[in-house]
Each structure stands twice: as C-alpha cells, then as structure tokens.
C-alpha cells in the first residue's frame, strides 16, 4: 500500500494572504482538515491553517505568502500520509482498490483488474477491464461481496448489464 494518497488538487489562490483553494477528492473536504503537513511534488509543505468553504479546502500553506507565490502551485496535487488515518468500519480509500482482482463469486471466474472508481450521487461504479470485456458494477453490498485489500481481491456478484464488450 502506498504510504502517501493523492487527496485534491490546488486549482486556485483566495485572497492577498497567498492561501490556496484545494478541490479535495476525498468524500469530503473535512477530511482534508485532519492534516498538519500535505505533500507537493513529494515535499512536505506544513499547514498552517484550513477551512472550509464552498465544498472545497482553503489552505495557508507555510512559505506562501502571495498570491503570486500561491499561483505557481496552482495545478499541483496534494497527497497525504495515510500513517495515522482512521477509516469508518467497511471503508478503504480508492488507491488501494486500484489494481485489485476482481473475480465473480458465483463462479469463481477472474473478471480484470479494478482500473477506476467513479464517484455518482447515487453510488461509487467499480469500472473492472479484463479478458475483452468491461464490467461496471454500482458499489453497493448487493453486488460488491467482499473487499479484501491486503490479498489485493474484490468479489462481485454479476448481473445481466454489467458487461460492456469493449475493454
């Protein structure tokens, strides 16, 4: 598992003080609020103060003191050390369903691999490519039967629809 996930991207600057507006890609932006140091370019840029507004992350980060400087990190990811996060009980981060197998409970069969989590209103759609085919599956206890991140498995249970014959 990678010890550092990538968790929103600075898109903007706020204000004259150089703060930074991050659109976090976590389930929400309180998430982001957790963190005293995030991560550019794999440096470790320490927070110095956090809020939320607008469904995004306004940060001052410490040696931005402009809005010019606070420009030049526009675009950039920001990542977090996953040390010390606590997840509800039935949740994992995205990352590390990336690259997962994902076989058929019923039958045993390999389906692919676990190439992208699309997030919807209604529910995240687990996007599975393998063997000529493309599966979605709506991320929901009906169809996702087991997660199991440390064997690298996702067990699903397939219904008509689900398969796509491109890959």
């Known amino acids: ?72 990190l526009r675009g950039k990811t920001v990542c ?14 995205i990352a590390d369903l990336i690259g997962c197998r994902v076989l058929n409970d019923d039958t045993g069969e390999e389906l692919g691999t676990l190439r992208d989590v699309l997030t919807l209103p209604s529910s995240d759609v687990y996007v599975i490519g393998g063997a000529g085919k493309q599966y979605m599956i709506p991320a929901v206890k009906e169809f996702i039967r087991l997660i199991d991140v440390e064997a690298g498995v996702v067990r699903v249970h397939l219904i008509e629809g689900f398969a796509t014959d491109e890959n």
Do not use: N
Request: aromatic content about 8%.
């Open 80 to 93: 977090v050390d996953r040390t010390g996060v606590r997840l509800p009980a039935g949740t994992v981060f």
């Open 1 to 72: 598992m990678k010890q550092f996930l990538e968790a929103g991207q600075i898109v903007s600057t706020h204000g004259v003080q150089g703060e930074v507006k991050i659109l976090p890609w976590a389930d929400g932006p309180e998430f982001l609020l957790k963190f005293k140091t995030f991560y550019l370019g794999g440096k470790p840029v320490a927070v110095q103060s956090a809020r939320i507004h607008k469904g995004c992350v306004l940060a001052k980060l410490e040696g931005v003191e402009t809005p010019e400087q606070a420009t030049l």
